[in-house]
């Protein structure tokens, strides 16, 4: 089975859900196990974790890391369909490709003695989950190393860099009134769409870097009202803010808790990743970039998203976003290039071949 045919067969598990991620997991323990590959398969916080390692005992280590969950999506787009270059299906871009491109390089790698490879595989990277989460676990189970490679996706581009996420709740408050009568109420959701516009406006969200125009903030969920003939008196909005490298998640919070008659909470944070361009393992990678695909210029770019690389750095291990090319991700239409799956899986063995030959080499200046 190859990567693509890999790729199809993940994207027909359903791994929104639960029963989805567990089926998932134990056909990836069962493919990698048929070809030889010694798989540890736990749980952790209920979702499937799955772990193995190939090469020596010893020596330069790495990491290939991935999820197999993806977002909520419409029945029908578990059913993976094929135009052309694009292969078609939730996840097959974000980022059950990579994965698959991952575990068939794992494979190839097996029988190398250089370098030791970890893979990682978590359940809950599109989880909103602050805390207990299984990258930070399989962290701190030992599979760190030298570099690590998460599979998200970057169009074969190297992610040296990715906006930190602030996901808060804010309250508004309003005055209930009968809905014949609206003139005597204050509405509530009304007013929180005021709040939104005016968040949307502070001065950070014009602020820009070297990788990124601007930060981003998207109303994800809105809830107010309890029945259509009243003005409703509360209401809250989850926001999704996607902040640079190098602002204060805590001034940005503080900024948006001056809006009138609301309360500000955060849910969840996701520091920002940076990784110098001049990290050698970085080096390394790009230049098994450009030997396999023909990208050579810009290869370093920044992510709106982010990825569970932040758990690999704040245990030390320099990391990375970096995966195959498509489009789509948590749309109706998500893609992945069949022709780039197979460079990823090229790219990753190239890489893990070139470690041992590049302290003899010259470093190369990615751009």
Not at 37 to 54: D, F, I, Q, S, W
Not at 61 to 68: A, C, E, K, N, R
Not at 257 to 280: C, L, N, W
Not at 283 to 301: D, Y
């Amino acid at each position: 089975m190859d990567e693509r045919a890999l790729t199809e067969r993940l994207i027909t598990y359903d791994t929104a859900s639960l029963e989805g991620m567990q089926s998932a997991a134990a056909f990836i323990k069962g493919w990698l196990e048929a070809r030889d590959v010694e798989v540890k398969g736990e749980t952790y916080n209920g979702r499937p974790v799955l772990t193995a390692t190939v090469g020596p005992q010893t020596g330069p280590t790495v990491v290939f890391h991935g999820h197999l969950d993806v977002v909520p999506a419409l029945p029908e787009q578990f059913t993976p369909w094929v135009s052309g270059d694009r292969l078609f299906g939730r996840g097959a871009y974000d980022m059950k490709g990579g994965l698959a491109a991952m575990m068939c390089a794992v494979t190839d790698l097996a029988a190398q003695d250089r370098v030791r490879v970890h893979f990682a595989c978590v359940s809950d990277e599109e989880s909103d989950e602050q805390t207990e989460r299984g990258t930070d676990w399989v962290v701190e189970q030992g599979i760190t190393g030298h570099f690590a490679i998460t599979g998200e996706p970057t169009n074969l581009h190297i992610g040296v860099q990715a906006k930190g996420v602030l996901v808060v709740r804010v309250h508004v408050s309003g005055r209930s009134a009968h809905g014949s009568t609206p003139w005597l109420g204050d509405n509530a959701v009304l007013k929180a769409v005021d709040v939104f516009r005016g968040i949307e406006s502070l001065p950070f969200t014009r602020e820009s870097s070297e990788l990124f125009d601007r930060p981003s903030i998207s109303l994800g969920r809105i809830v107010g009202g309890d029945a259509v003939n009243r003005v409703p008196d509360t209401c809250a909005i989850d926001l999704d803010v996607r902040y640079l490298p190098g602002q204060d998640p805590d001034q940005i919070l503080a900024a948006m808790s001056e809006q009138g008659d609301s309360q500000v909470s955060k849910v969840f944070h996701r520091e920002p990743i940076v990784v110098s361009r001049e990290e050698p393992y970085v080096q390394i990678l790009a230049e098994a970039v450009c030997s396999v695909t023909p990208i050579c210029e810009s290869i370093a770019v920044g992510r709106d998203g982010t990825s569970d690389v932040i758990s690999f750095l704040n245990a030390g291990t320099p990391g990375v976003e970096f995966g195959p090319s498509g489009d789509g991700h948590h749309g109706p239409e998500e893609w992945v290039s069949i022709e780039s799956l197979a460079q990823y899986r090229r790219t990753l063995v190239e890489f893990v071949n070139l470690i041992p030959q590049r302290s003899s080499r010259p470093a190369l200046k990615i751009a």
